[in-house]
């Protein structure tokens, strides 16, 4: 268990390695630049500007001073919010995503999952068939329509909670929900077709063979199993949804860290663009090991050695 | 019984049609998302009103007789626009999807069919382009170096073959060992001829049910770029943009919400449908 997550902490070197690598050239090598929208200053001002942040280097020499920099956990100055650093700008919006993907990640696992198995349960039925509907309008219906029509409803027309802002209980009801929806389908479409599966499964027959009762079966036994699934999907979803979503932030002015990404890239704010991919990056890769290592709790044929 | 076995043998193909054609929801799905799509086509051609011809008299005017979708903050006729956005949102949707189908099925037939290093080699490029954070990617792209529609193209079609080509691969792995392809090799075919004549045919089931897939989650990729208001630039629109314009304006005008909002989401529902549909007709197996 110890050597495969440090095995596995090995094999997520390279990736991070490239994935700053793809970003830092991808940024640096396009057009326009952090002092562009500024008054037109005097070329020696802007001499100054640039050597100030080390931009006056050759690209290769930036590269390894910034790798230089992270490896002592120095994301560098924001180059926009010019008091800010990256670092104090991450630790602000972070915990804003974090309560907003967490409630919208809870509510999704407990409303899909449980959804999703009683539907199983009762294949075919009319709430089968309801469920599987919803679900699909939550698929196909994206957060960003999702979002405005809920705004529109509950927040303009009918005036129950509301239309933006963070900070009170009211405020983080419509942005949860919409964050929540499309998750919520996943799960209860997922869910549904691995209780299927599970219910045709041989330690079921076996279970309803020795006269337990449905409802002790489904708990004690199948639910489990089902779970599995699910369990793998949580891991990159709960990555992408607590690191804040671009969407969401924007519809109801929340102050996470979502909002940085575009604004930060329309601002040409090398550092806390960088910022922003390097820890989400580092936040999925961290999910998907803790959803492997978690694996075998669920699965006791999964075993890491 | 002895009636039965002399019936003409059915294809699979036949199978999965018959299949297909029971499915409600999937048939349903195919005739609205035709009807949109000739509407896309035909109504910009045939419009009363220019994609950007101002109303002077109508600014942000709701339905009427004159204007069946009422019109923007611009007085620019909502109906007209709609089927203009509807084009490009259809079209970028398709195109991306050929390209990611053609990398991934090129992609994962080679890795799938020439095995050992190779095939190490390609599918652990696959692995590592999977870990990269691709929205961020494309967003990236798209503010750097201009708005640009082929571009934009491009970038989703780049970033969604991956799935394709990790498909295509697992099923080429297990057709290769089939015996109308070690036929095929006694009989002298060269390896990219076994490729392109016998694997690649038997891989269409598959292919055509991702792609179908695919195709919703581009039209949402592309939707959501020009929601952030990265993707199709003015005087162009899509579904993308006028949603992000309706939800803009959606206080004193809500009509420029609801109808571009109804459009996409009919759109991704329908194909969707299909995708499911085509996936149950081709494979039997319960999902």
Redesign the interface.
Known sequence: MFSYTLRRLAGAV??VF??IA??FF??RL???GPFDQERSVPAEIQANLERAYHLDEPLTTQFLRYLGNILTGDFGPSFRYKDFTVTELLADGFPVSLKLGLAAMVIALIVGFAAGAYAALRRNSAFDAATMTLA??G????N??VA??L??TLG?WLALLPVGGWGSFDQAILPVVALAMPEIAYIARLTR?SM??VLRADFVRTARAKGLSERAMVLRHALQAAALPVLSFLGPTTAAVITGS??IE??FGIPGIGRH??QG??NRDYTL?MG??IF??VV??AFNLLVDLLYPLFDPRVRHD | MIEALAAPPRSPWRDAGVRLLRNRAAIVSCVVLAMIAAACALVPSFAQWPLDAVDWSAIQAPPSAEHWFGTDGNGRDLFVRIFYGGRISLTLGLAATLVAVIIGVAWGATAGYAGGAVDGLMMRAVDVLYALPFMFFVILLMVFFGRDMVLMFIALGAVSWLDMARIVRGQTLTLKRREFVRAAHAMGARPTAVVVRHIVPNLLGPVAVFATLTVPRVILFESLLSFLGLGVQEPMTSWGVLISEGASAMESAPWMLLFPAVFLATTLFALNFIGDGLRDALDPRDH
């Open positions: 390279p990736t490239v994935i793809i970003a991808m940024i396009a057009p326009g699909m309008t698929i196909a219906v994206p960003f329509v405005p029509l705004t529109l303009v077709g299927l599966e671009v969407v924007q519809i990404f575009v890239a329309l663009v922003v991919v989400y990056a999925i890769i």
